[in-house]
C-alpha cells in the first residue's frame, strides 16, 4: 500500500503482503514513541460514515489532526443520500447519485476516503461480499479505507496486533483464544475475522469458542485454515469456554451476531436469549497461562465481562483502544506519504 | 468584493463587477495550476446548512482547510434552531433566536458565513426574494458566502465558468445549451439562473430548452435579456431538445423544479408524469458542434444524461465538481484577503 | 488549574481559587488584545454534546481552532449512544458503554474533553447533583471542561465577568442585578447560578428579582450568601422589577425553568402563563444608575427584552458573546499549557 503514486486501498489486512504488515506495526510502534508533527499538512481525509461510531471517529480524526492535517466528517444521517451501487441501472428509484460519480467527485477534493459502510443486513451471503465499499474503491482515485465492513475491521486488527506484541512480545506460538460473549446487542464478527488472520499469520495458535449457532463465516473460517497451515500455527474451535481458556495467553472476548439467524430478527434474539453464562470473570481467566484480557469495546460489563477482570491488571482494552490512534497515523503516513 | 476592510458578500455572481469576475477566473485558474498553502492560517469560516449537501460542504471545507484555514460545520439537523427573521417582532413563537442577533454574534468568531438557506417551498414570488440570506448579509460584520439560495448559485456558476474557459478557451461567439432533463428529484433553477447570466456577459449564445411549465424564473430571464443585448450575446428559448442542441459546442443538462407549480406537489408530479424522453444521450450530443456535456450533479443516470456520454469523452461533469474546489478557494483568498 | 501535569477540571468557577479566576481574566484581555497564535498546535479538543448548542460550539471550535489545535465534534444525535454511569452495574439495558470506559479511552485521543451534558428533567433534587459530567471528570484522565450542566455555567460567567470589568472597571461596591424575563422556552439558571458567586467574590453587591416559584437553587443561594460575606458584598432578592432595577449599574436579563415545577411540564407551563410583564424595556433601565444590559443569549425580542434595549448604545449582549471566544481561549491555554 505504500507504493508511490498508484492509489491503493486498505479493505482488509490480510490482503497485505507480511512485510507490509510488519511495516506498519514498526511505524506504529516508532509513533507511539514518538509522536510526529505536521507531516500531512495541506491533505485532508474524508470520513464516510454509513453507520455510526465513537471510537473509530474520534481516533481517526485525531489522528489525520495530529499530524497537521483534516478530517471532513461525512455522515449518512446528515450530509448525504443514499447513493445507487449498480453499474448501468436506470437511476429512476430513490437514489439520487451513483457511488461512482461521488467516488470520482470526493476524489478530487480529498487525499482519501475512509469508509465505515452499513450492511443491508437482509442476507449474510450478500452482505459478506463487502460489495459497497469495494464499489468505492473501484471508483475512487485516492486510498480507500475501510473503517469496518461486514467481513473485516482492518484498522482494529492492526490495533490488536500492535498490542499484542507489546504485551507478549515475539507471538510465534503463543496462544490466543477468541471467545463469544453474551450481549442484547451484539457487535459484527469483522474484528474477529481480521484479527483470526492476522494472528495465525503471525503464527500464533487461535481457538474459537461460542454457542452453537455464532460460528464464524465458513469461507473465512477456510481462508484462516490456510494461513495457518502456510505459517505453521494451529486454529481449533471448540463450544466448551472453558476448554478454549485453558492455557491461552491472551483471552479475546468479543459478542458478535449469528450469521445463521442473518436478517431473522426473531430467531436471533430467541437464539441469544439461550445463551446466558458467556460472560468472561475472573475464574476463566484463570484457566489460561496468565492470560490477559482483550476486547474491543464497546463492552457491556458485568455481561460480557466482569468488573474485576476489566479493572484488574490483566486488562488490554484501554490499550487496544489507545493503539488505534498510533497505528490509524502508521496507515495515513504510508498511504498519504507523509 | 476585494477591498479591504468593508465586508462585502457573494450572494450572487452578476452583482460583481464584470472585472471582479475576471479577476476570480484568473485567480480560480492560478490556484488550480499551482496550490497555495497556508495562506489562510488562523481565519475561520462558519458554514451553516439548512439544508443537506455532499458537494458543496465537502469542496468548501477542503479549499478552506486546504488554504491552512478552518471550518466550522453547523447543521440546522442538529446544532441550531429556527430563526426569526422578521424586524420587530415579539418573538413568542417557536424561534428562540432573532437572524440579526445570530448573525451579530457569530460575526466575532468567524471571518466570514457560508450559507445555504432552506426555501419555505410554498410560494416562489416568496423564495425568489432570498429574503433569508440577505438578512443574514444585513447582519453580519464579515462576509457572507451563498452556498446556494432559491434564486441564485454563484459557487457552481463560477466553477462552471472555469469549466466552459479550459474547455472552450474565448467564450464570445460560443454556443451554450441548457437542456431540461426528467428527474423524480427535481433540483432548483439556481445553478442555471447564475451561469445563464455569467455565460452572456462573457459573450455566449444561450439557448434555453425545457417542456411547457418548466420556465426559469420570468425576471431573470429579463435580466439575461438586457445582459445579452448589452454583451453582444444572444439568448433564445425552444421547446425542442434538438433544435435547442443543434450547433451547441456545450450542453448543459439540468433537472428543475416547475416554478408555475411551486408549493404544489401533486401538480407538480403530474406534469412531472408527462415528461419522460428529457435525456441527454449520445444522439442529442451529436447535433452539436462537437458538444461536450456539462451538468451540476447529482446527476440520475440513464434517466437524466445516459452511461456513454456520462463516461464518454465529451464529458466534462467530474472537471466541473473539480473546479468547485480552485474557484472556491479563490472566492475565500479574496474575501479574507491571504 | 493551571498546574502541570495533574489533569485538573473546570465544573464551576467558585471551585477555582480567586487568584486563579484573576489569572484567567487577565489573560483573557490580553488575549483580545493581540490575539495567540498557533499556540496550541498539535492538540485536540474533544466536544462532546448531549445537548445542541451554537454560540458555545462555535465560540469553542472556533477558540481551540484559531489558537492552532483541533476541535472533535461529537454530539449525541448521531456519533454515540447512551453511556452507562452506575458504577458495578450488570449492563444488560439500553447502554452498551460505560461513561468510565469511553472517557478512558478518549482521553488517550484527545488533550480535553468539554462535555455539555443533558439533565434528566424528572427531579431537581437528582440533576442539580451533574453526576454525569462529575463521573466524566472522575475517570478522565484529560481536563474535563463544563460547557453548561444543571447547575453551573463556568465559560458563560467568565466572559460575563470579563464584560462586567471592561464596562465597569473595578466591580468593588458596583451593582449587579438578575431579571427574571418571560419565555415560552425558559433557560436554566446554571448561568445565572454561576455569575452570581463569581461577582459576589469580587465585591459586587447582587440583587435577584423573579415571580414566585422562580426562586434560584436554595443551596447555590446559601453559599452566595457566605461567599458576600466573606467578601463584604450584599445579596438581596425581591419579587418586584421595579425594586430591583433602582440604582443598578448592570440589569442582567434571563429567563429560567422554575426549579419547584421541575420535571412537571403542565404546572411549568400554567405558572409561566401567570408571568407576563417580565420584559426589561427603557422604562426599567432607566431605573438604574446609568443601567447596562446583559443577556446571555438566545434572547426572545420584545418578550425578553425591548428591540430599543437591544439595539440601544446600553447593551452589553454582543460584547459578552464575544467574550466567550476570548475567555474560552484563556481557559484552554492554561489548561492544555499552550
Redesign the interface.
Known amino acids: 500500500m505504500a507504493e508511490a503514486r498508484a492509489p491503493s486501498h486498505l479493505i482488509s489486512l490480510h490482503e497485505l503482503k507480511p512485510s507490509q504488515v510488519d511495516d506498519l506495526l514498526e511505524l506504529s510502534m516508532r509513533i507511539k514513541r514518538q509522536?510526529r508533527?505536521?507531516s500531512l499538512?495541506?491533505k485532508?481525509v474524508?470520513l464516510l460514515f454509513f453507520r455510526?461510531?465513537?471510537?473509530t471517529?474520534?481516533?481517526f480524526?485525531?489522528a489525520m489532526?495530529?499530524l497537521?492535517g483534516?478530517t471532513?466528517?461525512?455522515?449518512a444521517?446528515?450530509?448525504?443520500?443514499e447513493l445507487?451501487s449498480v453499474e448501468?441501472?436506470?437511476?429512476?428509484g430513490r437514489a439520487?447519485?451513483?457511488v461512482k460519480?461521488?467516488a470520482?467527485?470526493?476524489s478530487?477534493?480529498?487525499s482519501a476516503l475512509a469508509i465505515r459502510p452499513k450492511p443491508a443486513g437482509t442476507s449474510w451471503s450478500v452482505d459478506r461480499r463487502d460489495a459497497e465499499i469495494r464499489t468505492w474503491a473501484r471508483y475512487a482515485k485516492v486510498p480507500v479505507i475501510n473503517m469496518e465492513s461486514a467481513l473485516w475491521h482492518p484498522l482494529q486488527a492492526l490495533a490488536d496486533l500492535m498490542t499484542l506484541k507489546e504485551a507478549l512480545g515475539e507471538l510465534r506460538g503463543k496462544r490466543l483464544t477468541f471467545t463469544w460473549t453474551h450481549?442484547?446487542?451484539p457487535a459484527s464478527p469483522a474484528a474477529v475475522h481480521s484479527l483470526l488472520l492476522a494472528a495465525l499469520a503471525q503464527g500464533m495458535h487461535v481457538r474459537v469458542t461460542a454457542p452453537a449457532g455464532y460460528e464464524l463465516d465458513g469461507e473465512v473460517l477456510s481462508q484462516a485454515q490456510a494461513v495457518g497451515e502456510e505459517h505453521g500455527s494451529k486454529l481449533e474451535t471448540s463450544s466448551s469456554m472453558q476448554d478454549a481458556a485453558r492455557g491461552a495467553h491472551v483471552i479475546y472476548a468479543r459478542s458478535w451476531h449469528s450469521l445463521e439467524d442473518y436478517g431473522n430478527a426473531t430467531l436471533a434474539a430467541s437464539r441469544r436469549a439461550r445463551t446466558s453464562g458467556w460472560m468472561v470473570d475472573e475464574r476463566l481467566l484463570a484457566l489460561g497461562d496468565g492470560a490477559q484480557l482483550m476486547h474491543a469495546?464497546?463492552?457491556?460489563?458485568?455481561?460480557e465481562v466482569s468488573?474485576a477482570v476489566?479493572d484488574g491488571p490483566r486488562s488490554l482494552?484501554?490499550r487496544q483502544?489507545?493503539n488505534r490512534?498510533h497505528s490509524q497515523k502508521a496507515v495515513l503516513s504510508l498511504l498519504l506519504g507523509g
Open positions: 509522536p508533527k505536521a499538512a495541506g485532508t474524508g455510526g461510531s465513537l471510537r471517529r474520534t481516533s480524526e485525531a489532526t495530529q497537521g483534516n471532513i466528517n461525512l455522515s444521517a446528515s450530509d448525504f443520500w445507487e448501468g441501472s436506470v437511476m429512476d439520487p447519485e451513483h460519480d461521488a470520482a467527485v470526493l478530487c477534493y480529498v450481549s442484547p446487542t469495546m464497546p463492552v457491556r460489563r458485568n455481561l468488573d476489566l482494552v484501554v483502544a489507545e490512534l
